[in-house]
């Protein structure tokens, strides 16, 4: 492979290698986006299990920033 082609075998390589292009319209809260990357980063595989969703549930609901 020669350096201008691309593999695309990631799930986001549509997202960063020009398949889909998005223009962020409004800015999120703190706690909305800290919520968002926490749930970004437990999904990065790609699925979302019951058990990664409550952990997410429970760490969130246990801080004082969501109380």
């Known amino acids: ?17 020009g398949g889909v292009q998005s ?4 800015a999120l809260s703190p706690a ?8 970004a980063a437990k999904a990065c ?3 979302l299990s ?7 549930s429970l760490a ?3 801080m004082k920033f969501f109380q």
């Not at 223009?23 to 409004?26: D, H, I, L």
């Not at 909305?32 to 749930?39: C, G, K, N, P, R």
């Open 1 to 17: 492979m020669s350096y201008t082609q691309q593999a695309t075998i990631g799930l986001f390589d549509k997202i960063f290698f």
């Open 23 to 26: 223009k962020v319209t409004e």
């Open 32 to 39: 909305v986006a800290f919520a968002a990357i926490s749930l």
């Open 45 to 47: 595989d790609g699925y």
């Open 50 to 56: 019951d058990d990664e969703a409550r952990g997410i």
């Open 60 to 62: 969130l609901s246990k």
